[in-house]
């Protein structure tokens, strides 16, 4: 005789995750009667609900078109016979973020997480574009376990300035590193601050952002063509309508997150990040939400994938488009199948169907001139090459396909900062001792460091070099760059210098050898005396007294984990990605 199951059946729709009050069914009637306060009918409340993650906000102009997305996404829900609930959550923006954005990206992963368990969801739309958003709610999303969908919020509108196209934020730094060089004045550099960044939405190029909506895409975590519509347009707002009925679909078959992020879904994430030119902090990103569920980012294994995977998508900052044209020339259907002889076309999305199936039933292909083909790429290897040597024990990464070819076999004297600190105080000062074929080395602004390990890394050009016409330098640091940015500069060294990684023992005058073709990035300093230099001055791991710095510090892990709370991190071990 069958032994029968004594715990009572899981509750969904606004039945589940009751609120304890010894009484279920007073807790379910106590929360019917608030519910119903707001108007809602009985047969309302026994639809399917939809959680919808809203981080429209005031300080993030990339999710300016929150609300009309929100009406997209409800009508779409409605459609599918579900029901819409909307809730907000921490929103992040780059330039509104103190100290900076990564310092808040697990906070508002926690957020994420904790607001879909505590709350009553079939299923879970998340609304997310601007850099830290994404990757923050697929780390909550995964924790919670819950059928999950992404929602991008697009990119921006390209401008014009006196006839030039110009978009966020290549554009920025190219016209601030001319107004720093002395190129142009005041006046112009005012002029086109109004025209970089022409509508709301996310930045125009292969920067993070759009480098973590075409990863989510890759993933099967969106609809397909969710990644490249322009915030502004009506093709996104029908994605999110399409989304919407999706989520309702996704939690009648319990389609649960972690049957689409699979080991085959991140090898396909990170073949794309190779692929597009993809921004650097993407490594760092999918290492965190890979953690989550499990699974450590091989980042051997993935500079071995790099060598056989070319750039394909001619996108600022590796090429000459945007968003918007990436978005013309068909969007991911484009480059996915161009690419997918290297994927794992076998992998689960969130429409139920495979990524293979996705493809078939995507427009056929047409002429374009923005994803290139594997016989005629922007680059002959992924965007992305790992280092590792003296330096870095733990690896460091470079953008080889943003870089000056001329400095990939660079050997040069270490000018050093100690911190953003004192690189702010002196990098423009004439009395700077500094030349172009110097390599400038800048500490502490790794994960504990900064703390938050902030986009530094794109170290300025000094003043008195750019004003002569210098226009690239070899770089290092353990912090991040944006990846709208561009130019010879390695990242992510690791372990960082706050925690007495090598870098922390780094002299002016030393000599740095970087030979990206051998993927090292050398100190030409003995063992002994970098061992003599660190017992010399022993390095203080920061910490604060109290609150959520506190935790952070006490907490957080280096790049190659993704800069992710260590106890965030899932406890099944899964083994690494990409697998040899």
Known sequence: MKKEDPSPPKQDGIKAGLTSYGDEGFSLFLRKAFIKGAGYTDDALDRPVIGIANTGSAYNPCHG????????????????????????????????????????????????????????????????????????????????????????????????????????????????????????????????????????????????????????????????????PPAVTADRMRIAERTGTQAVQMAREKLTIDKVLSAESFENALRVLLAIGGSTNGIVHLAAIAGRLGFDIDLDALDRMGRETPVLLDLKPSGQHYMEDFHHAGGMATLLRELSPLLHLDAMTVTGRTLGEELDNAPPRFEQDVVRTAANPIYPQGGIAVLRGNLAPGGAIIKQSAADARLMEHEGRAVVFANAADLAARIDSDDLDVEAGDVLVLKNIGPKGAPGMPEAGYIPIPKKLARSGVKDMVRISDGRMSGTAFGTIVLHVTPESAIGGPLAYVQNGDRIRLSVARREITLLVSAAEIERRAALAPVTVPSAPRGYRKLFLQTVTQADKGVDFEFLRSNETRGSVPRK
């Not at 330039?95 to 992963?109: D, K």
């Open 65 to 228: 078109n929150a609300p009309a997305l929100i009406e997209a996404l409800k009508r779409g829900i409605m459609l599918a016979g579900g029901l819409p609930m909307d809730f907000p959550t921490i929103s992040v923006h780059e330039s509104f973020s103190q100290p900076t954005s990564m310092y808040l990206r697990n906070l508002m992963s926690i957020d994420t997480e904790e607001m879909i368990r505590a709350q009553p969801m079939d299923a879970v739309v998340l609304i997310g574009g601007c850099d830290k958003t994404v990757p923050a709610q697929l780390m909550g999303a995964a924790s919670a376990g819950i059928p999950a969908i992404q929602l991008i919020t697009g990119s921006m509108l390209t401008g014009s300035h006196r006839g030039e196209r110009v978009g966020a934020c290549t554009d920025c730094r190219r016209y601030w590193a001319r107004f720093r060089a002395m190129e142009i004045d005041a006046a112009e550099v005012a002029d086109v601050n109004n025209q970089l960044v022409a509508s709301v939405g996310t930045c125009s190029v292969m920067g993070t952002a759009s480098t973590m909506a075409c990863i989510a895409e890759a993933m099967g975590m969106t609809v397909p063509g969710g990644a490249s």
